[in-house]
């Protein structure tokens, strides 16, 4: 068995156009592509029995797949008590991205209707 393996440049299939959505009627543009580690990072602490540090995963997920313009944007919305952004929303909007990103379906949100 060989000790040495060459693996490429493995993004070069990869589709790398924008992906935004519409929340409140603004739009907000992510990255155009996900790296494998953020995915796997975020898949490890958003299934932590800590509601916390589900949450956590959850903020830190926003912040590094939404462009900064979008981010700081999207911030300001979703603290916003007079245009509400529920649990539920943002997990189906983490679902869709991911769905976006990995193209394929999710399995659904494994987070409750509190956020843990």
Request: proline content about 4%; glycine content about 8%.
């Amino acid at each position: 068995m060989a000790r040495f393996k060459d693996f490429g440049n493995p993004d070069e299939g990869v589709v790398k156009e924008k992906l935004s959505f519409k929340l409140h009627n603004e739009e907000f543009e992510c990255i155009s592509a996900i790296p494998g580690k953020t995915l796997l990072g975020f898949a490890e602490a958003s299934s932590s029995e800590d509601g916390g540090e589900s949450a956590k995963a959850i903020n830190k997920f926003f912040e590094k797949i939404l462009i900064p313009e979008s981010y700081n944007r999207f911030e300001i919305l979703a603290e916003d008590p007079d245009r509400l952004v529920t649990v539920e929303t943002l997990a189906e909007i983490i679902g869709w991205i991911i769905e976006a990103y990995t193209d394929r379906p999710t399995q659904g949100s494994e987070l409750s209707s509190t956020g843990e």
